[in-house]
């Protein structure tokens, strides 16, 4: 499942009060380059997230599909990321 999985491994280590709300940019290599989201937000998270949607815009390119947004919702979370030359945009916010 991939996406999913980022979330079931440190759900029981990462409390939040109030979802995050921001965003983040990632290189093609799942480098950090900005974010908008708190810093109490583990990296390793960002990292997580980042690595599964680079492979999801990577699979499209590999089966001649052009994707350029992806959108995931889970429960309470909605995630958006654009692809940006190999790299990605990727923006969190509470789902309404």
């Not at 429960?75 to 509470?94: C, H, N």
Request: glycine content about 10%; cysteine-free; overall charge positive.
């Amino acid at each position: 499942m991939g996406l999913l999985d980022i979330f079931s491994k440190s759900a029981g280590e990462v409390k939040f009060e109030n979802l995050p709300r921001g965003s983040f940019t990632v290189d093609p290599s799942g480098k950090l380059i900005a974010s908008t989201l708190p810093q109490a937000y583990p990296e390793e998270l960002l990292r997580g997230m980042a690595t599964a949607v680079l492979s999801a815009f990577q699979a499209a390119r590999e089966a001649g599909q052009q994707l350029r947004e992806l959108h995931v919702s889970f429960g309470s979370l909605k995630l958006t990321a654009r692809e940006q030359r190999g790299g990605a945009i990727i923006f969190l916010a509470p789902a309404s």
